[in-house]
T-cell receptor, first 114, second 112 residues
Framework: EADIYQTPRYLVIGTGKKITLECSQT?????MYWYQQDPGMELHLIHYSYGVNSTEKGDLSSESTVSRIRTEHFPLTLESARPSHTSQYLC?????????????FGPGTRLTVL | GQNIDQPTEMTATEGAIVQINCTYQ??????LFWYQQHAGEAPTFLSY????GLEEKGRFSSFLSRSKGYSYLLLKELQMKDSASYLCAVRDRYSSASKIIFGSGTRLSIRP
């Protein structure tokens, strides 16, 4: 069973605010990912990390930034939230502890920017 | 690049069997995943195939043919709680950090 956590689960915030979405995993996975998903739409990778101090942009351009200072922690930050950022943000992690390197997802943060 | 195709919607009857197909194109296949996603929730891992053949896990089975670029997810003895989207995802050996590309998902509705 996956042990990956995201906070907050729901966030409603005004335009222009700075926000940080938290993601933590206790599985010792080296790789972590952030996806964005609008209701009924497909998942889009926006950031990923190989390990500590490594971050890369994903396939979908995003104004958010990420950091990876500790293995278990991969926060995502929006410096100035806008209504176009309204979406569900899903964090995932994977590691070669199993042969499949399967990605396991956190519960997600549903962000609404007014 | 990668391309994944799966039907947008399917409907099936409680207690029946349903097969959800997925076709893919990739330059260096390195595994196929099936995830289940209930509305408003995160995807949960169902199965993984990297070699040809059938993988069975309880009521769910997944099949892979690498030469055909084809997979299916078979759900038996359908229950109402199986109403969800089913996502096919493919990993390319040339992608970094074990990235996987997700298909758009198949929304499965179960009727009584």
């Amino acid at each position: 069973e996956a042990d990956i956590y995201q906070t907050p689960r729901y966030l409603v915030i005004g335009t222009g605010k700075k926000i940080t979405l938290e993601c933590s995993q206790t599985m010792g996975h080296d790789k972590m990912y952030w996806y964005q998903q609008d209701p009924g739409m497909e998942l889009h990778l926006i950031h990923y990390s190989y390990g500590v101090n490594s971050t890369e942009k994903g396939d979908l351009s995003s104004e958010s930034t990420v950091s990876r200072i500790r293995t278990e922690h991969f926060p995502l930050t929006l410096e100035s939230a806008r209504p176009s950022h309204t979406s569900q943000y899903l964090c995932a992690s994977s590691g070669e502890t199993t042969s499949t390197d399967t990605q396991y997802f956190g519960p997600g943060t549903r962000l609404t920017v007014l | 690049g990668q391309n994944i195709d799966q039907p947008t919607e399917m409907t099936a009857t409680e207690g029946a069997i349903v097969q959800i197909n997925c076709t893919y194109q990739t330059s260096g296949f390195n595994g196929l995943f099936w995830y289940q996603q209930h509305a408003g929730e995160a995807p949960t891992f169902l199965s993984y195939n990297v070699l040809d053949g059938l993988e069975e896990k309880g009521r769910f089975s997944s099949f892979l043919s690498r030469s055909k670029g084809y997979s299916y997810l078979l759900l038996k003895e359908l229950q109402m709680k199986d109403s969800a989207s089913y996502l096919c995802a493919v990993r390319d050996r040339y992608s970094s950090a074990s990235k996987i590309i997700f298909g758009s998902g198949t929304r499965l509705s179960i009727r009584p």
